[in-house]
Nanobody, 115 residues
Framework: QVRLVESGGGLVQAGGSLRLSCTASGSISSITRMGWYRQAPGRQRELVADITRGGSSNYADSVKGRFTISRDNAKGTVYVQMNSLKPEDTAVYYC?????????WGPGTQVSVSS
């Protein structure tokens, strides 16, 4: 079992930056993949970026070159540095952790980008 808590969301102007953090508690040594997803109103939840325990990362095309994901395995944390934010990045951002066949989700944090 893992519990995830996100922080770092907020309101920012277009072109600005935010850093989201997610801290896991519980069986953190068993977590394989961690990542960030987002869901805008009226849209499906989509992958933003994820990262394996070994540090291999994967990004959505829409955020490549602007977002950077990182992870601290010992602390059970995952971060995403978001630069050059656009209004279309506005969404609730969710932290995700994978243990075996199970997916765990945080409650989400709102990111709003004004034009």
């Amino acid at each position: 079992q893992v519990r995830l808590v996100e922080s770092g969301g907020g309101l920012v102007q277009a072109g600005g930056s935010l850093r989201l953090s997610c801290t896991a508690s519980g069986s953190i040594s068993s977590i394989t993949r961690m990542g960030w997803y987002r869901q805008a109103p009226g849209r499906q939840r989509e992958l933003v970026a994820d990262i394996t325990r070994g540090g291999s990362s994967n990004y959505a095309d829409s955020v490549k070159g602007r977002f950077t994901i990182s992870r601290d395995n010992a602390k059970g944390t995952v971060y995403v540095q978001m630069n050059s934010l656009k209004p279309e990045d506005t969404a609730v951002y969710y932290c995700n952790a994978v243990l075996g066949w199970s997916n765990y989700w945080g409650p989400g944090t709102q990111v709003s980008v004004s034009s």
